[in-house]
């Protein structure tokens, strides 16, 4: 596969469709059997209370990898993805209601580069606060 979008096509300011994915404590489980990471903060509440967490919370890396769907989704081909690089700011916490957590993802083309490749900035939020700084990926566009 290759990158559907042109490069000829974007602008620095592009913005990409914003997604919002859902998460559950069901997601969870199913995220922890696949990754192998069973630390109980994932799906214990009360281990996660007694180490000072406000409740369960998702994985670093699963909030990472929702929010670079966003891009993925734009690009047609995860391939495009260059570099992809987080910092975690603050946890996605997953209550155990029939609700979850929503993370919320933005992005927009922050800056355009040689050979077709631009950097693609992505704000990620979860109820009200921003749980990814630094987002920012390096796209191979056509």
């Not at 069973?38 to 281990?47: D, M, S």
């Not at 406000?54 to 391939?79: K, L, Q």
Request: charged fraction near 20%.
């Amino acid at each position: 596969m290759t990158a559907q979008i042109q490069y000829a096509d974007v602008e620095v300011g592009t913005e990409l469709p914003a997604a919002s994915f859902p998460v559950s404590r069901a997601t969870l489980v199913r995220y922890a059997g696949a990754s192998g990471d069973f630390n109980p903060i994932h799906w214990n509440e009360k281990f996660a209370k007694e180490v000072g967490l406000p409740d369960v919370i998702a994985h670093g890396m699963f909030t990472m990898a929702e929010a670079i769907r966003v891009v993925t989704d734009w690009t047609g081909d995860p391939g495009a993805v260059i570099e992809y690089g987080v910092r975690f700011t603050k946890p996605v916490v997953v209550p155990n209601d029939d609700e979850g957590a929503l993370i919320e993802v933005t992005a927009k083309v922050a800056v355009k580069l040689d050979d077709n490749r631009v950097r693609v900035d992505l704000t990620a939020m979860s109820a009200g606060q921003k749980v990814l700084g630094m987002s920012r990926a390096v796209v191979q566009l056509a």
